[in-house]
């Protein structure tokens, strides 16, 4: 083999034949080349460099029985030791694989092999990740014994299957930007075994038609999940025709919110071992046997019950100064209730009778299909604001998955739901349940990647007495006047003894009650906070939090007390000689949760 030019690799000109970056983006091939520089394959301490004792194939002849080389040359087993031992500054990156790693001792053992068709042929599996490429181009094809392919976080929109190499068995495509299937089964691999399209755009029902055994004949694997799936019958009657297929993964779509998901999958899928990173248990085709040939009974509906519980922390709203009112004073009242919001379009149901409120528009994360985790949501507005504020903001939020940033740009509008108002308590008992039903299941699924904002909020009215508006004359306009009073109120009839012990008839008059005026509710919110959801889409049932505002600091704690209260610390001490003991503050918290509805059984699905 002749000897390569190692200028053209660190140059970035090798291989040749690799594809150059596309337009606006990188091709698969250039990313690969750009991967093979970071390996250093001609530099030391790989390559046929000056280092390397030089053995025969170089032309050089040395005297027999010497071995002594140069200063400047290493030996095999050193140069070896420095491309395998993870604590030498040589080593490759954590993010290499083992192929990476083979291929580097091969440059060090025989670097005449390192040329263009031995490393087409020797990479069996390639990783390019989160590389920004955005174009599989044509000089895939090179790599004729290519069984895996990994392609995920990148900025892929679609995808020529006729650029793949025929011999693939695994193609992983999760994090990308693919809103269709139409060009990946144009000339899909015949062998493939596992297809990831997990966290892209796909459209759901108008792609579930090329999820056949038409296209994958051998598919033993399929991701689909946080995808826009929202039509389980449709989906599962293209899924059955796959008969090779074990592994299923649906979960962040749509569809996984319907009460009878998983049971109708399992039991329309018999050969079906694992779906959603579960197992199938026997108990499970058993409890689930027959919902497959009860279709009528799977509808495309939600239930989620939200539960709020007791509300612990709340300061006293009652002031010692406040318990001596005098008559021109008003009368206060105080009440709490807790606000969260819910996707609109819904059917709710409680029993509590609590109310709903309309809230703007809300911007939620609906075009990249990302799990967005959002620290936290803009609390409500205080004081005389509260109903009119907006639960989220326009704006972009990184993807967990590819930490590509991406912008809100579904608009929906929100419901706030406000639980009955409770007094003031050391324990509020909100004893709050409500059943919300919905059919947008896209929306609701972009509700709960988005999560909910849960409020805590103080509602005080002054309430003032009205004044007598007429002076009660002076003189007496007669008895029948006098017993019939002119305020509504009701005339009492008294018997009693007189001085010479006959009895004598008094007529007293029973006071009405004070009418009172109320000023408008002052509202204020004591402690708002985001509670993620996005769990009720990868699995969980029931998410239970408590969500923990802090300690509410009030006018008494921050004012100093006045010197008329000061006392002596000799006069406390010798009143009470045992220490007093600092009462620890209670945090403002509030219990919340939210159930979504899954069917357990069968019995579950009759009986709903």
């Not at 033993?220 to 826009?228: G, R």
């Amino acid at each position: 083999y002749p000897i390569r030019d190692w200028s053209q690799l660190e140059s970035g000109q090798w291989p040749p034949t690799c594809g150059a970056p596309a337009m606006g983006g990188l091709s698969a091939s250039a990313a690969f080349r750009e991967h093979l520089r970071r390996l250093c394959l001609g530099e030391f301490p790989c390559g046929a460099g000056s280092w390397v004792r030089a053995p025969a194939w170089r032309g050089i002849i040395r005297q027999p029985g010497s071995d002594i080389g140069t200063p400047s040359e290493e030996s095999l087993e050193t140069l070896m030791e420095f491309v395998s031992s993870q604590d030498s500054p040589w080593a490759l990156p954590p993010d290499c694989s083992p192929e990476d790693q083979h291929l580097r001792e091969l440059a060090v053992q025989s670097p005449q092999l390192i040329q263009d068709n031995f490393i087409f042929l020797f990479f069996r599996s390639l990783r390019i990740v989160d590389k920004g490429v955005n174009e599989v181009d044509e000089n895939l094809l090179k790599f004729q014994n290519l069984e895996e392919l990994l392609l995920s976080a990148n900025q892929i929109s679609k995808i020529n299957s006729a650029h793949l190499p025929r011999t693939l068995k695994v193609l992983e495509l999760c994090g990308n930007e693919i809103v269709g299937l139409q060009d990946l089964c144009s000339h899909p691999p015949p062998e493939l075994q596992h297809l990831g399209l997990g966290y892209n755009r796909l459209l759901g029902s108008s792609e579930d038609k090329y999820l056949t055994a038409e296209f994958w004949p051998n598919l033993l694997s399929l991701d689909l999940s946080f995808n826009n799936f929202t039509d389980l019958l449709g989906i599962v009657s293209k899924l059955a025709t796959l008969w090779r297929l074990r592994t299923l993964v649906l979960l962040g779509n749509p569809l996984v919110l319907i009460p009878g998901y998983r049971g109708f999958v399992i039991d329309s899928l018999p050969k079906l071992c694992i779906l959603d990173d579960r197992n199938i248990s026997p108990d499970e085709k058993h409890q689930f046997h027959g919902l497959s040939s009860k279709p009528d009974l799977i509808v495309n509906k939600a239930q989620l019950v939200v539960s709020v519980g007791k509300i612990k922390g709340v300061p006293n709203p009652i002031k010692p100064e406040e318990l001596e009112s005098v008559p021109e004073s008003p009368v206060i009242t105080h009440s709490y209730y807790v606000t969260y919001e819910f996707v609109a379009r819904e059917k709710a149901e409680d029993t509590n009778n609590a109310e709903v409120s309309k809230s703007p528009r809300i911007e939620l994360a609906m075009e990249a299909n990302f799990p967005f985790h959002l620290g936290s949501v803009s609390p409500l507005a205080p004081t005389g604001a509260l109903e009119q504020s907006s639960v989220g903001e326009a704006g972009t939020a990184p993807c967990v998955l590819c930490r590509h940033t991406a912008p809100f740009v579904f608009s929906r509008l929100a419901n706030r739901h406000l639980t009955p108002r409770k007094p003031w308590a050391e324990t509020i008992e909100c004893s709050h349940r409500r059943e919300h039903v919905t059919g947008d299941l896209v929306a609701l699924k972009a509700f709960l990647m988005t999560g909910t904002t849960v409020t805590v909020v103080e509602e005080k009215v002054l309430s003032w007495p009205i004044a007598a508006a007429v002076a009660e004359d002076a003189g007496k306009k007669g008895k029948a006047e006098k017993e019939k009073p002119k305020d509504g109120g009701k005339v009492i009839t008294e018997i009693g003894a007189g001085e010479g012990g006959e009895d004598v008839v008094q007529k007293k008059k029973k006071e009405s009650p004070i009418e009172l005026r109320s000023d408008p509710p002052l509202l204020r919110s004591l402690g708002s906070g985001h509670v993620n959801l996005e769990s009720l889409l990868t699995g969980d049932q029931l998410v239970a939090v408590v969500c923990d505002f802090g300690v509410l600091i009030t006018e008494e704690t921050t004012q100093p007390p006045s010197p008329k209260e000061k006392v002596p610390a000799t006069l406390v001490l010798a009143a009470n000689p045992h220490p007093i003991q600092e009462i620890q503050p209670v945090p403002l918290t509030v219990e919340f949760q939210v159930q979504l509805i899954q069917w357990t059984a069968a019995f579950d699905a009759q009986h709903q």
